[in-house]
């Protein structure tokens, strides 16, 4: 599923983040390109504004058009926080999908690899697979006055992205207890399942500000829009 519910309210748009254009693409037709580039996923479905959905369902017909994807792809209204809108999603696949990845729109980026990385991992056995990078900066854990309590050692830790990857039947379970969660993986973990982590790409990074707006327009060797 690909979540492109979400307001984008940092990116400060009059239209909701997934629908604004970079390159002449919104940001959602951008992201399923990527998605339905992979001969692995076999049904999308697209988590839209309720005020979007005819658009979202447009877009994704123009890039299976485009891509030559014979994907199923429906259109379901996401809900108030990303994790209401992965549980609409997860409600609107077809009972035959038994592996699930939960995509962000906003990382439009993402090369096709990372997708079938994620995909042959959880096919080859992983309940719970996420793409990470190394971090690069240090990283501190401050108490509420700013007080540093511990530094965890930098090579032990990723910076993870989406797609995530799940067995249907895990993620499932993991959003019965609670949706609350901007990180699926997170939710599986509270389960005491275990997560995999396979390597990510820097190209799969969220399209959070107009700077990363910039930034992906540079990548697709365009000015921004
Ligand atoms: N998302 C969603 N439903 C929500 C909130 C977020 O489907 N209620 C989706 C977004 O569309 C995005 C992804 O989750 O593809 C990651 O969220 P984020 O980057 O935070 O997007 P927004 O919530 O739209 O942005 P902001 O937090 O700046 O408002
Ligand atoms: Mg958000």
């Given at each position: ?15 909701p ?78 009972p ?15 090369p ?40 965890p ?19 499932e ?25 396979v ?25 921004a829009?």
């Amino acid at each position: 599923m690909v979540v492109a519910a979400g307001s984008g309210s940092r990116l400060g748009h009059a239209v909701p983040k997934a629908f604004v254009p970079i390159a002449g693409l919104p940001i959602l037709g951008h992201a399923l390109r990527g998605v339905l580039s992979s001969p692995g996923v076999s049904e999308v479905v697209v988590v839209a504004p309720a005020a979007h959905r005819g658009e979202a369902q447009d877009v994704a017909a123009a890039v299976c058009r485009d891509v030559g994807s014979h994907a199923d792809v429906t259109v379901v209204v996401g809900g108030a926080e990303r994790g209401d809108s992965v549980a609409a999603g997860l409600a609107g696949l077809s009972p035959e999908v038994e592996i699930v990845l939960v995509h962000d729109a906003a990382r439009c980026l993402t090369p096709v690899a990372v997708v079938e990385r994620v995909v042959a991992a959880v096919a080859a056995g992983a309940v719970a697979v996420v793409p990470g990078t190394a971090v690069v900066d240090t990283i501190k854990q401050v108490d509420e006055r700013g007080l540093v309590v511990a530094t965890p050692e930098r090579s032990s830790l990723r910076s993870v992205q989406t797609p995530q990857g799940f067995r249907r039947e895990v993620l499932e379970r993991a959003h019965a207890v609670s949706s609350a969660a901007t990180d699926d993986a997170g939710l599986v973990e509270r389960l005491g399942e275990r997560v995999l982590v396979v390597d990510g790409d820097a190209r799969a990074f969220k399209v959070t500000t107009p700077d990363d707006l910039e930034t992906a327009a540079r990548l697709l060797g365009m000015p921004a829009t």
